[in-house]
């Protein structure tokens, strides 16, 4: 079974510049979620999905950050205007179900802005 | 509210000795799950255990093991004559029953030597 796909692997971008990332999650898998990573720290959820709908963005910054899930399947998250501080490592997981069920992670964008 | 302390930022440990990683939680639901990913270098958080409040029952899986306390409030892992390919940083998790959310703590990293 294929696990979850994430790409770009690594982007470098410069502040104020704009970035994306694509997830693919485990097939079958209706929850997605989209985690940051800061560099000595556990994962922090930005936002998760049901199928197409958000169940939870409360931590995902609003003013420049924004995700969709059209169709239920993929997901792409996007940056804009990045800054410094969004250096980072961008982790998808799915899931079956919601609720608490076991998460499985993709191999995160690794995301550093100068 | 939920909390997970994972008090040993880094271990270093020589090649076949046991190591035990600590994870202490906090919450107020009765119903919850606890989990434990490993992240190595590559970056992909890996799956290798969940375990539901009302399950006290320590876990073997091969080298690894699981001890869990409800009386301290604890869930350690502990890997048994410990490998080279065992040097990783560790997350303990936790998810309560009412809310879909998963807290990581801030990690472990575990450096194994030869």
């Known amino acids: 079974e294929a696990g979850v796909a994430q790409s770009p692997r690594y982007k470098i971008i410069e502040k104020r510049q704009s970035v994306a990332f694509w997830c693919n999650p485990i097939?079958?898998?209706?929850?997605l979620y989209w985690y940051q990573q800061i560099l000595g720290q556990g994962p922090k959820l930005l936002i998760q999905?049901?199928?197409?709908?958000?169940?939870?963005d409360s931590q995902l910054p609003k003013d420049r950050f924004s995700a969709e899930r059209l169709k239920g399947v993929d997901s792409t998250l996007k940056i804009q205007p990045a800054k410094l501080e969004d250096s980072a490592v961008y982790l998808c997981?799915?899931?079956?179900?919601?609720?608490?069920?076991?998460?499985?992670f993709g191999p995160g964008t690794r995301l550093l802005v100068l | 509210a939920q909390k997970v302390t994972q008090a040993q930022t880094e271990i270093s440990v020589v090649e076949k000795e046991d190591v035990t990683l600590d994870c202490v939680y906090e919450?107020?639901?009765?119903?919850?799950?606890l989990f434990w990913y490993k992240q190595p270098p590559s970056g992909e958080l890996v799956f290798l255990i969940r375990?539901?409040?009302?399950?006290?029952q320590n876990e073997i899986s091969g080298r690894y093991s699981w001890n869990f306390q409800k009386s301290t409030s604890s869930f350690n892992f502990t890997i048994t004559a410990s490998q080279v390919v065992d040097s990783a940083v560790y997350f303990c998790?936790?998810?309560?029953?009412?809310?879909?959310?998963?807290?990581f703590g801030k990690g472990t990293r575990l450096h194994i030597l030869p």
């Open positions: 997981a799915s899931s079956l179900a919601s609720g608490q069920e076991t998460q499985y």
């Open positions: 097939s079958g898998h209706a929850t």
């Open positions: 999905f049901q199928n197409n709908g958000v169940v939870d």
């Open positions: 919450t107020r639901d009765t119903t919850y799950y």
């Open positions: 375990r539901n409040s009302f399950d006290e």
């Open positions: 998790a936790l998810s309560e029953a009412t809310d879909d959310k998963i807290i």
